[in-house]
């Protein structure tokens, strides 16, 4: 069992950066797929990134060459490092860890069990 907690949000110009860190407490965070999922006001959440193995990602069309997540097994921490951020990024971003295994969507939230709270990330134009 993890428990997921964000932190990095906060107010960004349009173009500018920033990186959310997700630290999970608990036992055995290597074997987690870890994922990012976003939720705009009035709109459902949705995906982000997924990292499985650090070299295993996948990504939303919408992020794809903008943002890069990863993972520091040895700290139990992923990452979500967001560049040229647009207007329509802003969200509140929701870190979410599931179980490693064959046929697992990584792009759908039924795949994770342990979520955290939150943290909201502003774009301004």
């Known amino acids: 069992q993890v428990q997921p907690v964000e932190s990095g949000g906060g107010l960004v110009q349009a173009g500018g950066s920033l990186r959310l860190s997700c630290a999970a407490s608990?036992?055995?965070?290597?074997?987690?797929?870890m994922g990012w999922f976003r939720q705009a006001p009035g709109k459902e959440r949705e995906f982000v990134a997924a990292i499985i193995s650090w070299r295993t990602t996948h990504y939303a069309d919408a992020v794809k060459g903008r943002f890069t997540i990863s993972r520091d097994n040895a700290k139990n921490t992923a990452y979500l490092q967001m560049n040229s951020q647009k207007p329509d990024d802003t969200a509140v971003y929701y870190c979410?860890?599931?179980?490693?295994?064959?046929?697992?969507?990584?792009?759908?939230?039924?795949?994770?069990?342990?979520w955290g709270q939150g943290t909201q990330v502003t774009v301004s134009s």
């Open positions: 608990g036992r055995s965070f290597s074997s987690y797929a």
């Open positions: 979410a860890a599931g179980p490693i295994m064959f046929g697992n969507r990584y792009y759908s939230e039924e795949t994770y069990i342990y």
